[in-house]
């Protein structure tokens, strides 16, 4: 019968590693000294090229964070947190847990664009790097009343704030803001009309559920509200999908899609006349997809400011758009 390491064999041997865990152990400072950090590792421990890492981190750790609404009150929501540093060519790696740790030092401030910075500079503090950046993930509630029956419920936002500190000590803040609404095609409704016209024939024009992501940079020394971003999308495009909903509401989202027929171009160019006029917003980029009901792909657009040296229209990602 071989013998087995980590378990007892059927031939009755014992297993050659004992195996167990001593739950009254406790951990004292010459215990901690003692353990081995591959930060201490010698340079030939670097596997692969000896090059910088622009980005390396922690992705995905959760937990409640404080935002503050436009009115001044204090919602605590699920986040979702990145984080991630540069790494020099000569370190094999990061402390991960020093990231997090610098995070949960803060855990308990309100999310701002200040709050995000102490953490950044924490990061470069702690893990002795040159470049940081940030990101917080949440779903933001706003209440939304109904078009007629005065009826209300609560619509969810995906909003992410995010931080970047360079190496230079350039602090960058954005915005991510995902607006749905409903497009209805101005091609299929001149058809719709003209088959009633000409032939007396019936027709329903097609629309489809349809987002707008917008990546925002914030101005230096201003701040923009998500209800303000939220405010301006809904300036734009006027036909946001509905909560609650009775007939007559039915009704007057069915002639608010007839007065503000949009093909994704138009999104795209109603968004950004709105937020070009808004002087608290440095740059920005605004991708949309409309989810076609005619055929089975989408459509889609993308737009920038065009700030010189700012964004660029290098957005390819539109699956992540679907709603």
Request: with cysteine.
């Amino acid at each position: 019968m071989k013998q087995m390491y980590l378990h007892n064999s059927s031939a009755g041997h014992p297993a050659r590693i004992r195996r167990g865990y001593d739950g009254r152990f406790r951990s004292t400072p010459s215990h901690r000294a003692s353990l081995p950090d591959m930060m201490d590792a010698a340079h030939d421990a670097i596997q692969g090229a000896n090059v910088p890492i622009q980005q390396v981190g922690i992705h995905n750790f959760r937990l409640p964070l404080k935002i503050r609404t436009k009115g001044g009150k204090i919602l605590t929501l699920e986040a979702s947190v990145t984080g991630t540093v540069s790494l020099e060519a000569e370190l094999k790696g990061i402390n991960m847990s020093r990231i997090m740790r610098s995070f949960y030092e803060h855990k308990d401030g309100v999310v701002t664009a200040e709050w995000m910075g102490k953490i950044l500079k924490a990061y470069l503090r702690n893990v002795a790097t040159k470049d940081a950046r940030l990101m917080v993930k949440f779903s933001y509630p706003m209440e939304r009343r109904s078009l007629r029956s005065n009826l209300s419920g609560w619509q969810y936002y995906d909003v992410a704030f995010e931080g970047v500190m360079t190496h230079d000590g350039r602090y960058r803040r954005f915005i991510h803001f995902d607006f749905v609404y409903s497009s209805a095609c101005p091609c299929s409704a001149e058809l719709a009309e003209h088959a009633r016209d000409t032939r007396g024939a019936y027709s329903v024009p097609h629309s489809q559920r349809s987002k707008a992501r917008l990546t925002l940079e914030e101005a230096e020394g201003k701040k923009i509200w998500i209800e303000d971003v939220h405010a301006r999308c809904l300036a734009a495009l006027q036909t946001e999908t509905q909560v609650m909903v009775k007939r007559e509401d039915e009704q007057a989202f069915a002639e608010l899609n007839g007065a503000y027929l949009k093909f994704v171009e138009d999104a795209a160019r109603l968004l950004y006349r709105e937020f070009d006029r808004d002087r608290r917003i440095a740059d920005f980029r605004i991708a949309c997809s409309h989810l076609e009901s005619l055929h089975s792909h989408d459509a889609v657009s993308v737009i920038c400011k065009g700030v010189k040296g700012g964004f660029t229209a290098d957005f390819m990602d539109f699956g992540s758009l679907l709603c």
